[in-house]
């Protein structure tokens, strides 16, 4: 939700009361005048870019652990792993089959023929969530995560992140239809909240406000302690002055819905789950992540507070579509706040928002286009609109496309003039 100093919302829910993002005031920073509230949902693709840039042999990725198990001849009798054996087996026979590996695509194969294969499927789900901690913690060691840590402070990557990132919208059209934009000035508060789906801690280290980078009382007479750039590359003004920031304030967090590395019975492997499935019982349900992730009562409050989202290194996959549809819900809704007018007493106006989402995808052979990977999302978000609605929704998604070479200000792991 963006809020501005003095608005008022009806809703409990959307005022910052109930569940979801916390509401800040001039009690906690002087000069606040509004809040965006930016939702970050980061896939394996960053913790795979981490291990690219910094030379790592074996990288994170469902097939890599397929072959350690397999080469320690782990749990031949696990019901993913023989899933796995004969996926493999069908992409070495057939070709194309590149998901051949993918550990909640067997859970859910194996759940579709037999509900009834549930409570072995979680015994044998125990065992993968415990080899699979012990693969992390070679994958990425503790020497990786200092490192990364030193290179984000020294490079000031993430601040670059957090206060630039509207430099990667390279195409002027689509930065000019954006929203999100239009509504930055000095004194605002920039609240992120970064949804970190991998099991390990490397954005968690790299998004960390260091001392190296952020100072909270920078400054002498004023409480600000960050500069957003909402113009880097002036496309409101081509050619003109370069963005020199707003004076304003920045906050992160970070939460692991699936669990953490540090917490190895924390991880989770499963399959979507409906959005009401609290209605439900039995084995069947114990085997969806946001069962166990109690996602309804945690996360589900966010969306609808929500200015900005940006999805960064997702595949899109079904496994994660309570998270794709709840964002669609949050793009859908329209925010409404009264705000008093200071030039008369008793007057105010309404503001009429809403949110909207930045996919950032890996272009690689499969030669994506922008309005591809819109269609991607809202597939996966389960979206049956036609027409002008199913447009309407489009419009507000927008989409970076990148590869290795592509310069990039966001989440990036190396040096500008290293590419």
């Given at each position: 939700?963006?809020?501005?100093?003095?608005?008022?919302?009806?809703?409990?829910?959307?005022?910052?009361?109930?569940?979801?993002?916390?509401?800040?005031?001039?009690?906690?920073?002087?000069?606040?005048?509004?809040?965006?509230?930016?939702?970050?949902?980061?896939?394996?693709?960053?913790?795979?870019?981490?291990?690219?840039?910094?030379?790592?042999?074996?990288?994170?990725?469902?097939?890599?652990?397929?072959?350690?198990?397999?080469?320690?001849?782990?749990?031949?009798?696990?019901?993913?792993?023989?899933?796995?054996?004969?996926?493999?087996?069908?992409?070495?026979?057939?070709?194309?089959?590149?998901?051949?590996?993918?550990?909640?695509?067997?859970v859910a194969e194996t759940v579709s023929r037999s509900w009834h294969s549930a409570a072995t499927l979680l015994t044998d789900l125990r065992a993968i969530q415990a080899e699979f901690a012990q693969f992390l913690q070679m994958v990425a060691p503790s020497e990786l995560l200092e490192q990364l840590g030193v290179d984000a402070a020294t490079n000031a990557w993430s601040h670059t992140s957090l206060s630039e990132f509207l430099a990667d919208v390279t195409d002027r059209d689509t930065y000019l239809a954006m929203d999100f934009p239009q509504r930055v000035s000095h004194y605002d508060l920039f609240n992120f909240q970064f949804v970190n789906f991998n099991y390990t801690t490397l954005l968690d280290d790299y998004v960390y406000l260091d001392p190296q980078q952020f100072d909270p009382l920078q400054h002498k007479t004023v409480d600000t302690n960050f500069m957003f750039k909402n113009d880097p590359r002036t496309h409101l003004n081509p050619g003109g002055k370069v963005d020199a920031g707003y004076s304003s304030y920045v906050l992160t967090d970070v939460m692991h819905p699936h669990g953490i590395l540090s917490t190895p019975r924390s991880l989770l492997f499963?399959?979507?789950?409906?959005?009401?499935?609290?209605?439900?019982?039995?084995?069947?349900q114990r085997l969806k992540k946001a069962y166990w992730s109690q996602a309804h009562a945690l996360y589900r409050g966010h969306f609808a507070q929500t200015d900005l989202f940006i999805i960064f290194g997702c595949s899109l996959g079904i496994s994660d579509g309570?998270?794709?549809?709840?964002?669609?819900?949050?793009?859908?809704?329209?925010?409404?706040?009264?705000?008093?007018?200071?030039?008369?007493?008793?007057?105010?106006?309404?503001m009429v928002e809403q949110a909207e989402l930045i996919i950032y995808w890996w272009q690689g052979s499969d030669k994506a286009t922008a309005e591809s990977i819109k269609e991607k999302f809202l597939e996966a978000a389960d979206v049956a609109d036609v027409g002008a609605n199913r447009q309407a929704l489009a419009d507000r998604i927008h989409v970076v496309l990148y590869d290795e070479a592509t310069p990039r200000a966001f989440l990036r792991t190396k040096s500008a003039d290293t590419g």
């Amino acid at each position: 939700m963006t809020w501005l100093d003095g608005a008022l919302i009806q809703d409990r829910l959307l005022d910052g009361s109930g569940p979801g993002f916390t509401r800040y005031t001039r009690n906690e920073f002087d000069l606040l005048r509004r809040q965006h509230n930016i939702m970050v949902l980061v896939g394996n693709g960053f913790d795979l870019q981490v291990l690219h840039d910094y030379g790592r042999k074996v990288d994170s990725r469902y097939e890599t652990f397929y072959h350690y198990l397999k080469m320690r001849g782990a749990h031949p009798d696990n019901l993913i792993v023989q899933h796995m054996d004969a996926e493999l087996r069908l992409h070495q026979e057939l070709g194309g089959h590149g998901d051949w590996s993918d550990i909640e695509a067997a859970v859910a194969e194996t759940v579709s023929r037999s509900w009834h294969s549930a409570a072995t499927l979680l015994t044998d789900l125990r065992a993968i969530q415990a080899e699979f901690a012990q693969f992390l913690q070679m994958v990425a060691p503790s020497e990786l995560l200092e490192q990364l840590g030193v290179d984000a402070a020294t490079n000031a990557w993430s601040h670059t992140s957090l206060s630039e990132f509207l430099a990667d919208v390279t195409d002027r059209d689509t930065y000019l239809a954006m929203d999100f934009p239009q509504r930055v000035s000095h004194y605002d508060l920039f609240n992120f909240q970064f949804v970190n789906f991998n099991y390990t801690t490397l954005l968690d280290d790299y998004v960390y406000l260091d001392p190296q980078q952020f100072d909270p009382l920078q400054h002498k007479t004023v409480d600000t302690n960050f500069m957003f750039k909402n113009d880097p590359r002036t496309h409101l003004n081509p050619g003109g002055k370069v963005d020199a920031g707003y004076s304003s304030y920045v906050l992160t967090d970070v939460m692991h819905p699936h669990g953490i590395l540090s917490t190895p019975r924390s991880l989770l492997f499963g399959i979507d789950a409906e959005d009401d499935y609290k209605k439900r019982r039995g084995q069947g349900q114990r085997l969806k992540k946001a069962y166990w992730s109690q996602a309804h009562a945690l996360y589900r409050g966010h969306f609808a507070q929500t200015d900005l989202f940006i999805i960064f290194g997702c595949s899109l996959g079904i496994s994660d579509g309570w998270w794709w549809r709840n964002i669609v819900r949050g793009l859908r809704q329209q925010k409404q706040q009264t705000r008093p007018v200071s030039s008369g007493a008793g007057q105010s106006d309404v503001m009429v928002e809403q949110a909207e989402l930045i996919i950032y995808w890996w272009q690689g052979s499969d030669k994506a286009t922008a309005e591809s990977i819109k269609e991607k999302f809202l597939e996966a978000a389960d979206v049956a609109d036609v027409g002008a609605n199913r447009q309407a929704l489009a419009d507000r998604i927008h989409v970076v496309l990148y590869d290795e070479a592509t310069p990039r200000a966001f989440l990036r792991t190396k040096s500008a003039d290293t590419g």
